[in-house]
């Protein structure tokens, strides 16, 4: 029997044109990660100033972020390497968010796909905001 640790995760990298993450956005993460739908597994922010430097700040080291009191279950666990190539898509001046999310959801599926011999061979996110401009276009064309 297959039985997974963890249930696919996707990273996000969000931004912000001030210097830390607008306080909405840590409160509606906090909401989805309270409804069980999503596991937080690592958050790091990064600021890049005005003349391109990256300063990497991991949760635990600043609470003056509005972020405290949110458990990480696997802290490091976005490679540096990934933070350097992510880093590159922050604007002078601004900071991002960079997330790993756990989809504690879908972890059933993945281990019932596995037991079942069956292989992901590809899954792809699409983001909201397209999802919802094709559906206004698709509703525009049917009125």
Same mark, same amino acid.
């Given at each position: 029997?297959?039985?997974?640790?963890?249930?696919?995760?996707?990273?996000?990298?969000?931004?912000?044109?001030?210097?830390?993450?607008?306080?909405?956005?840590? $409160?509606?993460?906090? @909401?989805? %990660? =309270?409804?069980? &739908?999503?596991? +937080?597994?690592?958050?790091?922010?990064?600021? #890049?100033? *005005?003349?391109?430097?990256?300063?990497?700040?991991?949760?635990?080291?600043?609470? $003056?972020?509005?972020? @405290?009191? %949110? =458990?990480?279950? &696997?802290?490091? +666990?976005?490679?540096?390497?990934?933070?350097? #190539?992510? *880093?590159?898509?922050?604007?002078?001046?601004?900071?991002?968010?960079?997330?790993?999310?756990?989809?504690?959801?879908?972890?059933?599926?993945?281990?019932?796909?596995?037991?079942?011999?069956?292989?992901?061979?590809?899954?792809?996110?699409?983001?909201?905001?397209?999802?919802?401009?094709?559906?206004?276009?698709?509703?525009?064309?049917?009125?």
């Amino acid at each position: 029997m297959v039985e997974f640790r963890y249930g696919p995760v996707e990273l996000y990298l969000v931004g912000f044109d001030s210097d830390r993450p607008h306080p909405d956005a840590v $409160a509606a993460l906090r @909401e989805i %990660i =309270e409804s069980g &739908a999503v596991r +937080l597994l690592d958050l790091v922010v990064l600021r #890049k100033s *005005a003349e391109g430097d990256i300063e990497m700040i991991e949760v635990e080291e600043e609470n $003056a972020l509005g972020i @405290e009191g %949110i =458990e990480l279950f &696997a802290a490091g +666990l976005t490679a540096s390497e990934d933070i350097d #190539k992510l *880093a590159e898509l922050i604007a002078p001046g601004s900071s991002a968010v960079l997330v790993a999310l756990e989809m504690t959801y879908a972890r059933a599926l993945a281990e019932k796909v596995a037991q079942s011999g069956g292989t992901v061979l590809t899954a792809e996110r699409i983001p909201a905001p397209v999802v919802n401009a094709v559906a206004d276009m698709i509703d525009a064309e049917e009125n």
